[in-house]
T-cell receptor, first 116, second 113 residues
Framework: NAGVMQNPRHLVRRRGQEARLRCSPM?????VYWYRQLPEEGLKFMVY????????ESGMPKERFSAEFPKEGPSILRIQQVVRGDSAAYFCASSPLAGATDNEQFFGPGTRLTVL | DQQVKQNSPSLSVQEGRISILNCDYTNSMFDYFLWYKKYPAEGPTFLISISSIKDKNEDGRFTVFLNKSAKHLSLHIVPSQPGDSAVYFC????????????FGAGTRLFVKA
């Protein structure tokens, strides 16, 4: 009964490279959320996806960032041409079908991205 | 545009005493409020929640109070234990976007033995 899995746990990239962060939701969960936590700040909502659909991407920067949740496989958060300001902890969360009790989201351990 | 605010970045409490963590929100459309707890190097874990139709929800040592007119909620932990030392995030959702949740900046709780 694995929880939300994220990999890698730590990712180091040089400026201009691409970062790919993966998230496998809990079994039976079809909703995935991505959050970013900058140092000394709270969690900032980025994007909400269901299988093969982006439901709400209002928190995603307009450029360089994209997310997908394919029919098969994990959800991917992709950051192209990374800059130092992208350094943060990125958390993925999942929840069951709509109507989940308590609106609870289950979080993964996060991926800490460092851009050199 | 901070819709959920936790104005105290940290709080220190003696073991056995009550911890009170506060949270204010601005969006009157929020209808569900949650508290998450986070240890270093881990993801947040759900702690307790409250619907906007209630003013209190209790679960063991944890109680959340909601004052809708003041747009304020608080988390009470009593008695506090050293293992409660963590960062606590207040969060709110309005369901219009399918459980989109807005988090506060967090309050770091230190419980001293």
């Amino acid at each position: 009964n694995a929880g939300v899995m994220q990999n890698p746990r730590h990712l180091v990239r040089r400026r201009g490279q691409e970062a790919r962060l993966r998230c496998s939701p809990m079994k039976g969960h079809s909703h995935v959320y991505w959050y970013r936590q900058l140092p000394e700040e709270g969690l900032k909502f980025m994007v909400y996806l269901q299988k093969e659909n982006i439901i709400d991407e209002s928190g995603m920067p307009k450029e360089r960032f994209s997310a997908e949740f394919p029919k098969e496989g994990p959800s991917i958060l992709r950051i192209q041409q990374v800059v130092r300001g992208d350094s943060a902890a990125y958390f993925c969360a999942s929840s069951p079908l709509a109507g989940a009790t308590d609106n609870e989201q289950f979080f993964g351990p996060g991926t800490r991205l460092t851009v050199l | 545009d901070q819709q959920v605010k936790q104005n105290s970045p940290s709080l220190s409490v003696q073991e056995g005493r009550i911890s009170i963590l506060n949270c204010d929100y601005t969006n009157s459309m929020f209808d569900y409020f949650l508290w998450y707890k986070k240890y270093p190097a881990e993801g947040p874990t759900f702690l307790i929640s409250i619907s906007s139709i209630k003013d209190k929800n209790e679960d063991g040592r944890f109680t959340v109070f909601l004052n809708k007119s003041a747009k304020h909620l608080s988390l009470h932990i009593v008695p506090s234990q050293p293992g409660d030392s963590a960062v606590y995030f207040c969060a709110a959702s309005d369901d219009t976007g399918g459980f989109k949740t807005i988090f506060g900046a967090g309050t770091r709780l230190f419980v001293k033995a």
